[in-house]
């Protein structure tokens, strides 16, 4: 059997698993697709499952910066969490792929009497806000190709994939600079053999080179964990002191 | 009650916490929080604004947002966040109330309207958090500095505000000459009055003016978020 692949869900206690999974409709998120615009209601939420959700605010009404980003770790649409209806950003999905989809008012009804999944988005909303001050204090700091190769791979992690498309002018708008700091902080990327750039794709070709490249904002989150590596043991670690809360993941399919 | 919040609580919920909250002076440069420790009380500025910081692992830190007497200090508490991710200075002193952590705890798990107005307020604080984002990115040392001011302003009784340069610079995570130089280009424009640790706003109109969207943005959200203080009978 499969595993919970939401980070989010997964985590919480199985009881209250079940009762969300019949309101859970598995979806395949599109790329370019917006799910919320800003200061328009929100209808659904999202569980990321195997694809990327870019938060975005939007400058001078054209320009969209990237203030948060959303994987498998957690949702899309915490807003309703907090008590409002209407979306305060434009979310847009930056990787295609399957994801849990909720209704808003279902969700809204959940959370009024799950004690339990309350606490879970609270947690969640917590991690959420620290990524979104870290990226503020990022972008005050850090010059682009350390921020480029933060970005790619914060993508990768939540893909799952070393690959993905990317036009140089959206990686522009979403790091907040002009299109010719990309231009060139992709291609010194790539005469380092760190990433190929080739159309409209973008492949990681040495995942550690990129990893000293990037600059301290960069961790990555448990679940992306390699053999080996760090995550891996934080991981095994989380596992082992609570197996009772992580016992659902084996036993439980979703996909 | 001169803090937002505690000015909004429906009576019921204001009654309970009442006997709990503690005044407390707020001097300047008070770490209310250290990146990273834990909480042992959630503060309610009433005269008082409280940067908060994000540092880095380099060791730089950027003001993420600053809270006064619209908010509270300290909303990782009840978000289920053992520790504050950010750090917590005193850039204005002053006033306000301090309530301990495990009142707040409690009272936020079984106070529904409390629950609802605190998370209301969250959403609040994320939005001038991307704000900041986005106003780091995009926007000119004269304007954030202006940002700051308004923002500042907002959040004081009076018009003059208590402040180095080197403290602004921090703030804003610019060099100090940059702040020097913003704040030379808003006295001669006769907005400002900068004089030895005290700025004297002059022409608020003027800093309206010149300021970006970031603080229109940001104000119209806690407009929009939090209902417009009342009145309250004191007893």
Known sequence: MDKIRNSLLAALPRACYEKLLPALVPVVLVFGDILYEPGKPMRDVYFPVNCLVSLLTLVEGHLALEVGMVGREGMVGVALALGIKDSPMRALVQGAGPALRMSAARFSRELERSPSLRRGINGYIHVLMGQISQTAACNRFHNVEARLARWLLMTRDRMGVPQFRMTQDFLASMLGVRRVGVTESASALQRRKLIEYHRGSIHILDQGGLEAAACSCYSPPPYAARPGGPGAAQLKVKLAADPAEHGTEAALAVF | ?235
């Open chain 2, 1 to 235: 009650m001169n803090n937002r919040l505690l000015a909004v609580l429906p009576q019921a919920s204001y009654d309970t916490l009442l006997p709990f909250l503690e005044p407390t002076p707020l001097p300047l440069g008070m770490a209310v929080y250290e990146s990273g420790g834990t909480q042992g009380y959630v503060y309610f500025p009433t005269s008082a604004i409280v940067s908060l910081l994000y540092v880095l692992e380099d060791g730089a830190s950027a003001e993420i947002a600053i809270t006064g007497n619209e908010g509270l200090v300290g909303i990782a508490l009840f978000m289920g966040g053992e520790t504050t991710p950010s750090r917590a200075v005193v850039q204005s002193a002053g006033e306000g109330y301090r309530l301990k952590a495990s009142v707040m705890k409690k009272e936020f798990e079984t106070d529904p309207d409390l629950q609802h107005l605190l998370l209301r307020y969250t959403q609040a604080l994320i939005t001038q958090m991307a704000q900041t984002a986005v106003c780091n990115r995009h926007h000119s040392v004269d304007q954030q500095l202006c940002r700051w001011l308004l923002l500042s302003l907002d959040r004081l009784p009076a018009s003059d505000l208590v402040m180095t340069q080197e403290l602004i610079a921090n703030m804003l995570g610019v060099r100090r000459e940059g702040v020097t130089e913003a704040a030379g280009r808003l006295q001669a424009a006769g907005l400002i009055e900068y004089r030895r640790g005290h700025i004297s706003v002059l022409d608020r109109a003027g800093l309206e003016a010149r300021v970006c969207e970031c603080y229109a943005v940001v104000k119209k959200e806690y407009d929009r978020l939090l209902p417009p203080p009342a009145s309250r009978r004191v007893h």
